[in-house]
């Protein structure tokens, strides 16, 4: 069961994320250096993995921990990996560990582990989902050794997966956009915090999401909203939205 500081520091984590998160590379980097300040983790990948042809993408932290030689050995091994087969083949939801489909006791005598996991000084592994259809994979990952990540560690994941899941969406899509955009006018007197909110809201976040990338609470973003309807003139969301990006009024 999580307890308020776990999520405070979840949306926190969010937060930070959303800020330096200026194009999907940014995020990837973001992402990688601040989920093992949330649950502990001593390696850190966001992996991009193209089902059909088997060629990844590897953004990680520490960047030397993995060379080349690490990265093929991983490949060899990518398809029986039962993280891949959890989320990719069996479409398994949130975050999962490799300790959630196969015990380590029998996990440790595998050729992924002895060839792979053992070589990088890693035991335990857990995966969090931020894209998966038929043709790509993608993953935060993180990893231990000695140490399995908790029920704990894996819900909070689990709490901050589908926000990072819409965030990096929202990056890969240009028509939905985020508070560094200019879509919002800048002839209204709005205060930074109240553009970002409004901006969001047009990229279609709810209140809650809006929140957790913020990092404060839904209830603050609807207090950022009556004073933003109360500068508009407005009293809905779709007209706030209508008057925060359309064009500029004679």
């Known amino acids: 069961m999580l307890s308020r500081a776990d999520l405070e520091r979840g949306f926190r984590s969010l937060g930070t994320i959303a ?37 990844r993408e590897v953004t990680g932290f520490p960047d030397e921990r993995l060379g080349a030689e690490d990265r093929a050995c991983f490949d060899r091994h990518f398809a029986e990996h039962p993280l891949v087969q959890y989320h990719a083949v069996q479409r398994g939801p949130g975050a999962h560990r490799i300790s959630d489909s196969t015990p380590f006791a029998r996990f440790r005598h595998s050729a992924l582990y002895s060839e792979y996991y053992r070589r990088i000084g890693i035991d335990h592994v857990v995966a969090v989902p931020i894209e998966v259809d038929d ?5 935060f990952v993180l990893n231990r ?20 899941s819409r965030l990096f969406a929202a990056l890969r899509a240009p028509a939905r956009v985020g508070p560094r955009t200019p879509r ?8 930074p915090r109240e553009r970002d909110v409004v901006a969001w809201l ?7 999401d809006i929140g957790a990338i913020l990092g404060c609470s839904h209830r603050t973003v609807q207090k950022h909203l009556q004073r933003v309807y109360e500068k508009l003139g ?3 969301r779709t007209a706030a939205v209508m008057r925060a990006v359309g064009p500029t009024l004679p």
């Open 202 to 208: 047009a990229g279609g976040k709810t209140d809650r």
């Open 135 to 139: 043709d790509v994979l993608v993953s």
């Open 145 to 164: 050794k000695r140490r399995d990540f908790s029920d704990r560690d894996r819900e909070l994941l689990d709490r901050v997966g589908p926000v990072l």
């Open 184 to 191: 919002v006018r800048s002839d209204l007197e709005l205060t």
């Open 234 to 236: 407005v009293e809905t």
């Open 19 to 55: 800020e330096q998160s200026l194009d999907a590379a940014a995020f990837a980097q973001a992402g990688v250096r601040e989920l093992p300040a949330l649950v502990g983790a001593e390696l850190t990948t966001l992996s991009i993995c193209h089902l059909k042809t088997g060629r």
